[in-house]
């Protein structure tokens, strides 16, 4: 779904993807996937030989709402593929990745360092969760659900932050901050998308 397909390139060749037989295409809206299925129909019949994967970023979403859209992929036999973390960036805020990609830096110090800008990005990751959750309530809404109660929403997402950070931060948001202070420790640009064994996504 990311019109920046750096990232998701790297963890595709980190898991074992033979990137000359790889086409990347982007898609417009994250929750529109009757392009990819009617593409997937013409794969099936044209070029059978050929495998769709379709990515997309978890988002917060409840896990049903992730159940029913890999469901309706698979149904079509279309593989999913939907974020461990809240967005494909958080693949790459992995002490050990950051290690490895970043030598002579510990993992011990990279932690520090992803910890710090877990903290300085807090508050804008509780605003994306509040957006993001109040998109899908409107959504919902729309289905014939009831109306989104912003106050609740706004309180269940901080009590969700606070409770585990590190998982629910924004990874993009995160990746900013970590990019300014990973320079300033290392005295380089620091290299993130560099491919490591620590990017396999073994679903994948």
């Not at 698979?74 to 693949?91: A, H, L, M, Q």
């Not at 014939?144 to 269940?156: N, R, V, W, Y």
């Not at 900013?176 to 998308?193: F, K, V």
Request: glycine share 6%; aromatic share 6%; charged share 25%.
């Amino acid at each position: 779904e990311d019109a920046d397909q750096r990232y998701i390139e790297s963890v595709l060749e980190s898991s074992g993807f033979p990137m000359e037989d790889v086409e990347i295409v982007s898609y417009p809206g994250c929750s529109q996937i009757e392009a990819a299925i009617v593409l997937g129909s013409f794969l099936r019949e044209k070029a059978p030989h050929i495998t769709l994967i379709v990515h997309r970023d978890r988002d917060y979403l409840p896990d049903d709402e992730i159940d029913k859209f890999t469901q309706r992929l698979k149904e079509k036999s279309i593989i999913p593929f939907v974020t461990v973390g809240n967005d494909i960036e958080s693949y790459f805020t992995k002490a050990e990745h950051l290690a490895a990609a970043n030598p002579p830096l510990s993992v011990v110090r990279a932690q520090e360092l992803l910890d710090q800008a877990v903290e300085a990005t807090s508050e804008k990751s509780k605003r994306a969760i509040i957006n993001l959750r109040t998109g899908q309530a409107f959504r919902e809404r729309n289905r014939g659900g009831s109306s989104p109660d912003h106050g609740q929403i706004a309180l269940d997402a901080v009590k969700d932050f606070e409770s585990s950070p590190h998982t629910m931060a924004r990874g993009d948001l995160v990746l900013g901050s970590l990019t300014a202070l990973l320079q300033q420790e290392i005295g380089q640009n620091p290299q993130i998308l560099r491919m490591t064994s620590h990017l396999d996504v073994p679903e994948l």
